[in-house]
């Protein structure tokens, strides 16, 4: 059984990703990773995983997880700059909206958990997908705000 | 948009005799024959739509094609050679139409008048009791001649089986199309025929659960518009749209109060989703259950004094009813499975729900005290139902093995689920009540 799945998208603050617009460049014009996605794939490096997975049904961290965020989290107090998106998920099956809240509360307690590891909440935002868009756990989606 | 030129409707008479003429109880699947004749014109005239007789010809037509969407009524159409005049519209010949079986007999006029308008007249007959069961009549634009007839064919439905028609009613959905990551999702809303088929919001963003008011001048809805789910409402007369809320929490599940007032809907509070109403006007939002559980899909009964909701605080997820300030919170569902998605019925009788079980999601209803469970569909992938205005028939959506999600609709009476066509893949569907 799959289990359900978080996705990290990291978005630089506005001010150090001014001269990036990635969202604006053309991409055969770019073969050097640069601001975001430089960013973006640091994290990974470092971090092991951009996603972390949960039991059928529960939203309780397991130690695999533990340990994955706990490397997210070292990353990202060293990058003070950077803005985190936690997107959770549910399961396929479940009903749409059971799945919306449960995608919500894994969101959430990840996110507890990275406050907890002394990342700065406002470096944190929440959302769910709930059963919407299932199959898109590669996504790093990136956010110019 | 669809209500700006709203119709004017001008009841010339309504004298509904109390009880209807055949009352079938839900569950018995003999179907009772309507016969729907030729309607009548007085005087053939000219209209912006057509001659009164044409109006008068396609009217009845449009009736019997109503009557037989439901799986009550089995309509004996109308015949072009057959004619009647205007006086016995009023005074039909009994006798025929027992011979040829009909148990209720629909008959009617188009009439022109100075003012460029029809009267449309709609009886409705008894044929056992060689009475008349029922008479209405309106004055509408020629061109709104197809909702006149939506109404008539109502009155037919409700003397058959004594439940309000569900002809002149909207369903809203949500439209899907592509796949994955492109997939596009608009809020689609449409006649319950399928006719007047119209997209609400422009494709640029997610959404979901869109949810009529009771008067079908207002749509709540859940969009990604802000980066995460929140209830929107959308006013169909002007388009316009705002949040329901001044926060940036998370809200989804958002239903009416059946006056229209209020909104009650899921948000989440830290890691925990709770039950909140709030004013449609917007306003702080008031807590009706504090449970350390998923809380979510409230629905009012529909006079508004309880809220039947689905919670998983007792380690799986059933169905709770309390009072609609959030007291005496007690579970009704007990049996196998997960219970979610409740919706009350219209009449105030059956509470419809989603139930999940090995890998199956079906349909089913509950009597409001949880007795009286019985499942109306085989799944595997069906979900979100939501009631005719009738209480005897639920639209639902279905997903086939590709994942592609078409909608439904179930009669009580256990016959086969049967396929709505509209233009893309749908969800998340929600039927209106009647509308004036």
């Known amino acids: 059984m799959r289990p359900a799945l978080l996705l990290f998208a990291i978005a630089l603050v506005a001010g150090s990703a001014s001269a990036q617009l990635p969202g604006l460049r053309k991409r055969d014009s770019q073969p050097v990773l640069q601001g975001i996605d430089a960013a973006r794939a640091d994290f990974l490096a470092k971090s092991g995983a951009d996603t972390v997975y949960f039991g059928l049904d529960s939203a309780v961290l397991g130690a695999p997880a533990r340990a994955t965020l706990a490397a997210q989290a070292q990353w990202i107090r060293m990058h003070p700059d950077v803005l985190v998106r936690i997107e959770g998920h549910g399961e396929p099956n479940d009903t749409r909206d059971h799945a919306l809240a449960m995608g919500a509360r894994r969101a959430q307690e990840v996110r507890d958990y990275m406050v907890l590891l002394g990342v700065p909440a406002m470096q944190l935002s929440v959302t769910s997908l709930g059963k919407e868009r299932p199959g898109a756990p590669r996504a790093v989606t990136v956010l110019v705000r | 948009m669809i209500f700006s030129s709203k119709l004017k409707w001008l009841l010339v008479t309504a004298a509904a005799a109390g009880s209807a003429a055949h009352a079938q109880a839900p569950g018995t699947a003999a179907a009772t024959v309507v016969a729907v004749p030729p309607f009548s014109t007085p005087n053939d005239t000219r209209t912006s739509s057509g001659s009164t007789l044409s109006i008068a010809w396609d009217a009845s037509k449009l009736i019997a094609q109503d009557l037989r969407t439901t799986s009550e009524i089995m309509p004996l159409p109308p015949a072009q050679k057959d004619f009647y005049s205007y006086p016995e519209v009023t005074a039909p010949s009994f006798p025929k139409w027992r011979a ?127 980066g995460r789910p929140q209830v ?75 809220v039947v909701f689905e919670s998983d605080r007792s380690g799986s997820q059933q169905l709770y009813v309390m009072n609609a300030d959030g007291s005496s919170q007690r579970r009704i569902s007990f049996g196998a499975g997960r219970y979610a998605a409740p919706e009350w019925s219209p009449d105030g009788n059956w509470i419809a729900f989603t139930r999940r079980d090995a890998g199956a999601r079906r349909i089913g209803i509950m009597k409001a005290d949880g007795t009286e469970e019985r499942l109306l569909t085989n799944g595997p992938t069906d979900e979100g139902a939501s009631w005719a205005a009738s209480s005897r028939e639920l639209v639902f959506q279905r997903s086939d093995a590709t994942g592609n999600s078409r909608l439904f609709r179930v009669s009580l009476d256990g016959s086969e689920p049967r396929n709505i066509v509209i233009p893309q893949n749908g969800s998340d569907p929600d039927w209106s009540g009647v509308t004036d």
């Open chain 2, 232 to 306: 929107r409402l959308l006013d169909l007369a002007s388009g316009a749209q705002r949040p329901l809320l001044t926060s940036d929490a998370i809200s989804f599940a958002p239903r009416f109060s059946p006056d229209g007032g209020r909104i009650v809907f899921a948000m989440m509070n830290g890691a925990n989703s709770d039950i909140y109403v709030a004013s449609a006007q917007g306003g702080l939002p008031q807590r009706l259950t504090t449970a350390p559980a998923i809380d979510v899909d409230p629905s009012f009964s529909p006079d508004g004094t309880k």
């Open chain 2, 100 to 226: 040829a079986g009909a148990k209720v007999l629909v008959m009617g006029f188009v009439q022109a008048r100075s003012d460029k308008r029809v009267t449309f007249g709609c009886y409705v007959y008894d044929v056992d009791k060689g009475r008349e069961v029922s008479r209405a009549g309106f004055v509408v634009d020629p061109s709104d001649w197809q909702r006149a007839a939506h109404k008539c064919s109502g009155q037919a439905y409700t003397a058959v089986t004594g439940a309000p028609g569900i002809f002149d009613t909207r369903i809203a959905y949500v439209a899907e199309s592509g796949a994955g990551t492109a997939k596009v999702e608009r809020i689609a809303f449409m006649d319950s025929d399928g006719t007047n088929h119209q997209y609400l919001t422009a494709g640029d963003t997610m959404v979901l659960t869109p949810r009529i008011s009771p008067k079908a001048t207002r749509i709540a809805y859940v969009s990604y518009a802000g």
